[in-house]
């Protein structure tokens, strides 16, 4: 079965130093390294505020010239679980899927600029807010042979840990 | 039993027909016309590589019939002729021959002028292979992607062996066959091992096998898009094996384009797989090694054999009963609209041999297009594609070498025979005398007869022709340079539109969070870049209003939003923009400019202070990408120590605009709003209706204006409490039009539609903007310099009595004639009740002119005046209310 919802997630953003950012612990949130000076905090929408905490921790402690910034209204969060999920991936992206769990690989969904998260046995599509529409009906489209079914939105906590570091995560 | 419509009438489909089979069974001879003289073309290749079959299938032109299965309720026709393609009067055309020599149309209908432009529509219905139907409609084809470790491109023993090597090393392989793997071959040795191979590959997980599916061609990469049925699909594949085989040679002597000369392979497929005879009575040209098991499919399904035309090393393998014609050539074939004769020259002699068909093997040339694309390291050729003719066995260990990475040295292919006369392009009709005529002219080259006489530029990308053209060229004395291979591109092989176009019908909107809500309340939404957004809301003069009299709210999320942060944040906006930044208090904001080095300006927006915290910049929506590139570019290059975050996509903002803006946001805050806590130019944090919002006090509309910058998801809530507020204040959405409007009574410009490619701040009008005080900043050299040269045109405004107003683009004139500029923008102004526009005009004398007239493209004349300063509210009063 392939079924796809919409997650709600938090995202903050840590724009600093290559050094200060691989210092940035955190121990209920996914560490995705999107680029050398910018990684991105993710975890469950209902922690949103705790990881704005961590992130000013870390910039009054680590890299005071560094930039923290919520971008959780930003992006549009979409999971497609179930065995053909690669499958699902191979039809929106012209990028291999990365190897090893979890993994990032960034680059054009469907013509979108977009981020997918292979982790906790599924693929998550972040792409922009206002293209979020169009990412699902593209995956619609192109999936709808796979019995694709939709599912409802719910919180999508990540299982804490970090993807890549110094930007070797970033794959196009 | 199932039939398709050809023509109107029904044709019979028996298991495993293609479209060409059932036609011929049913005695459909003539398949298509030709290219120039349409002259009859019947069967002749039967593998998918000449042009001849080339039928409209269901509304698809050109396809190619002998290589489609044929289905039950398909529509297959000829392209039409007068009175019909079995009659067509236009071949009579051939009996001005003498006067459309190749190349014609650069020599001929060029004087009197206008005779090519009256000729053309003429030649290009006369020639072609059909019209392009414009009533079908749009396809959407969809994409796949696959990252195999090998591709292999031919489901032959080849290509097969090939496949199965690789995926018993765990390789994941993806193997395309053009057809259906198996179904084309006759029964035989050869089948056997395919179908066998097939099977084994089909069951091993690491396998998968694409049938009906053309590659395209090869890309860097190497990058392969293959057309199948369900999709196309690019593959990236690690390597690339291409075991594409080869096709027979293509028969080159007069006469050799009649329906009933045949390719072997492709009067064997005919008779050993689908049970037709080509003919009754055959002359065969037996030259290779296989054609002689053509000659006995031929013989045991029938077929009467007059004669083998053989090479003498072969004569011993004629069957016993048919005459053998030792070291012969079949030199001409004659008939009315068929064969009925060939001749023969061997033995210094010429004989004609009265027959119905002719079957030709007189040699393999390899399938190399797509091989001559890419060859290298990660694209190889193995099996008949480097060594036509190899033995089974030797052909499948090529293709497990090739598995391994391991390259099979090309045999040595002779060229064929210098053709004399014929057809040697099927698909354009060029004849061996055109070849000879271009060569004369000068073009004494392969890829340059190729571009001149378009002999391989056809639908079968010179699959047949292109050894002829070699042949050719090498006989008539051109060295290794000129003969070698012309340049390979993609397409290999025809390929519809909607494949080359697959994945990409799907516009792209961008959607602020309030779209749904614009459309809602009745927003006619228009691009802008991007973006989707309200132009109206049914009634744009009463937006226009509301902001003038009351209060009005337009979404202006699409602006571009970012934060610049950082020690060097000052020292780095400081060189990037014109103004002055260091003297920005906290709370301030500034408008500004981004100039590139040549000075000239390429967007616009605000700079915030927000002290500790850094900038916050705002920027135009259409904008935004390009000025964020040009800020980490420039951010990069002088090493300076700034974060810069996006935060369009997260941050959305309205623009409360009106006299009552205030009285309406006062209900919804209870933080300090009045012009003396949060004058203009200034911005503040703000909380309205719950939501925390940065709110800048903004004049483009040249009312009092707060712009709300909040979080994107609150923009719903926050939208709805607006409106649910400002119920009793006439409180209306406003979209794009009443905005442009707005703006331009103010004067105020928007970059790209007012701006040109060289505007410079001062022909703006915007000096102000431009601090050359400054130390540096990127553009101050090319504008000390420019400020040194007369201004030659500049953005000004003017004015026209309305109500009529001419359109944005009109001319302008001066009194005298002279052409002196456009208008950018132009509207009637309700307010001032008469026209009021932007224009680049040109100065005279060094001065400007004080009237203009505008031409615009409707052919009416506006009589306008020059005016200074902004049209509305000149000295800003009502803004910084």
């Known amino acids: ?172 | 039993m199932p039939n398709f419509d050809f023509e109107g009438r029904p044709i019979p489909i028996e298991a495993g027909d293609s479209i060409a089979a059932a036609l011929y069974r049913a005695g459909v001879r003539v398949f298509s016309r030709s290219f120039k003289y349409r002259r009859r073309r019947g069967l002749y290749c039967v593998t998918g590589d000449c042009p001849n079959c080339l039928m409209t299938v269901d509304g698809e032109p050109a396809v190619r019939t002998c290589a489609t299965k044929a289905r039950a309720g398909q529509r297959v026709a000829r392209r039409p002729a007068w009175p019909s393609p079995d009659f067509d009067l236009m071949a009579g055309i051939r009996l001005f021959k003498r006067f459309l020599p190749v190349g014609f149309y650069y020599k001929m209908f060029h004087r009197p002028k206008g005779t090519w432009d009256r000729i053309e529509g003429f030649i290009r219905r006369m020639a072609g292979i059909g019209p392009v139907p414009l009533d079908l409609a749009p396809a959407k084809r969809e994409r796949r992607t696959h990252h195999p470790d090998l591709l292999v491109v031919g489901g032959g023993a080849t290509g097969l062996a090939a496949a199965t090597e690789a995926a018993g090393a765990g390789q994941s392989v993806l193997l395309v066959e053009e057809g259906t793997i198996g179904d084309q071959i006759a029964a035989g040795p050869v089948r056997d091992a395919v179908l066998q191979l097939a099977a084994a590959l089909r069951s091993r997980p690491e396998a998968t096998i694409l049938e009906e599916a053309l590659a395209i061609g090869v890309y860097e990469g190497p990058m392969v898009p293959v057309a199948a049925s369900d999709a196309l699909h690019l593959v990236f594949p690690k390597r690339v094996v291409v075991a594409t085989g080869a096709v027979e040679e293509h028969a080159v002597f007069d006469g050799s384009d009649l329906p009933g000369v045949w390719l072997g392979r492709g009067a064997a497929r005919l008779a050993g797989v689908h049970r037709v005879l080509p003919g009754k009575r055959l002359v065969v040209a037996a030259g290779t090694p296989e054609s002689f098991d053509h000659l006995a499919t031929l013989r045991s399904a029938g077929a009467e054999i007059v004669a083998a035309v053989v090479p003498a090393a072969m004569k011993d393998r004629v069957p016993p009963g048919i005459r053998a014609i030792v070291d012969g050539r079949v030199t001409a074939a004659t008939g009315r609209g068929a064969v009925a004769e060939v001749t023969v020259e061997g033995g210094g002699r010429l004989e004609r041999l009265a027959c119905d068909g002719v079957v030709l093997s007189l040699g393999l040339v390899p399938r190399a297009s797509l091989l001559r694309q890419a060859e290298g390291d990660r694209v190889i050729g193995a099996g008949d594609v480097t060594t036509p003719g190899a033995p089974l066995a030797a052909a499948m260990a090529a293709g497990r070498a090739a598995a391994r990475g391991e390259k099979t040295p090309p045999a040595p292919t002779a060229l064929p025979r210098p053709c004399q006369s014929g057809f040697v392009c099927l698909c354009e009709d060029v004849e061996a005398g055109d070849l000879k005529q271009a060569w004369t002219e000068g073009f004494q080259s392969t890829e340059l007869l190729k571009r001149y006489s378009t002999v391989t530029m056809g639908p079968c990308q010179g699959s047949l022709c292109h050894a002829h053209l070699r042949s050719f060229v090498k006989d008539q004395g051109g060295d290794e340079l000129r003969t070698r291979p012309t340049t390979a591109r993609p397409p290999a092989r025809p390929v519809r539109l909607e494949d080359v176009a697959a994945g990409a019908r799907y516009p792209l909107e961008y959607h602020t969070a309030l779209h749904d809500r614009q459309i809602a309340m009745g927003a006619v939404m228009e691009w802008a870049g991007a973006w989707k957004r309200a132009d109206h809301f049914g009634d744009p003069v009463a937006e226009y209003w509301a902001v003038r009299r009351d209060v009005s709210v337009m979404d202006v999320s699409t602006l571009g939003k970012y934060r610049v942060a950082g020690p060097d944040a000052v020292e780095f906006l400081e060189r990037l923009y014109p103004c002055h930044v260091a003297n920005l208090a906290p709370g301030r904001s500034r408008y500004a400019v981004m100039l590139n080095e040549a000075g000239y300006l390429f967007d616009d927006g605000l700079i915030c202070s927000l002290g500790p915290d850094g900038f916050y910049l705002t920027l135009t929506s259409g904008g935004a990408d390009a000025a964020e590139s040009w800020l980490r570019d420039w951010a990069e290059t002088w090493n300076l120590r700034v974060q810069i975050a996006n935060q369009s996509l997260s941050l959305g903002a309205l623009n409360v605009a009106g006299p009552k803006a205030r009285d309406l946001l006062a209900r919804l805050t209870s933080d300090p709003i009045d012009g003396e806590s949060f004058p203009y130019s200034q911005h503040r944090w703000i909380t309205v209706a719950g939501v925390r919002c940065l709110v800048l006090r903004v004049g483009f509309t040249g009312e009092l204006s707060y712009e709300l910058h909040h979080p994107r998801l609150e923009g719903p809530k926050l939208w709805d409490a607006l409106f649910e507020a400002g119920r009793d204040l006439g409180i209306r959405p406003h979209g794009l039009g009443a905005l442009r409007l707005l703006r331009l009574e103010k004067g105020h410009i928007i970059v790209n539609q007012d701006t040109d490619y060289d505007s410079t701040p001062a022909k703006l009008g915007l000096d102000w903007v431009v601090k050359l005080e400054k130390p540096t900043f990127v553009g101050r050299t090319a504008l000390e310099r420019i400020g040194q040269i007369p201004r030659e045109k500049g953005l000004l405004s003017l004015t026209f009595a309305g109500p009529d107003t001419p359109a944005d683009g009109a001319q302008l004139v001066g009194v005298d004639g002279t052409h002196l500029g456009y208008l950018t923008s132009s509207r009637f102004s309700p307010i001032l009740g008469h026209g009021v526009a932007l224009g680049w005009v040109r100065a005279t004398g060094g001065r400007w002119p004080d009237r203009v007239m505008a031409h615009d493209g409707a052919g009416r004349r506006f009589e306008g005046t020059v005016v200074h300063g902004p049209f509305y509210d000149p000295k800003g009063d009502r803004l910084r209310a």
Request: with cysteine; aromatic share 6%.
């Open chain 1, 1 to 172: 079965m392939l079924e796809i919802r919409s997650r709600e997630v938090a995202i903050v953003a840590c724009h600093g130093g290559a050094a200060a950012l691989d210092r940035l612990a955190s121990t209920d949130a996914l560490r995705l390294r999107i680029a050398p000076d910018e990684l991105w905090l993710v975890a469950g929408r209902s922690n949103r505020q705790g990881l704005l905490d961590q992130a000013e921790r870390w910039r009054a402690t680590t890299d005071g010239n560094a930039l923290v910034v919520d971008q959780t209204d930003g992006w549009t969060v979409l999971t497609v679980a179930g065995d053909e999920r690669l499958e699902v991936f191979g039809r929106l992206s012209v990028a291999p899927p990365p190897a090893g769990r979890p993994a990032l690989s960034q680059g054009a969904l469907a013509g979108v600029p977009g981020k997918v998260l292979f982790a906790d046995g599924a693929a998550h599509y972040f792409v922009p807010a206002p293209v979020g529409h169009h990412l699902e009906a593209r995956i619609r489209d192109t999936s709808h042979d796979l019995g694709l079914q939709f599912a409802p939105a719910t919180e999508y906590r990540p299982t804490a840990g970090a993807v890549g570091g110094n930007g070797t995560a970033v794959t196009r």
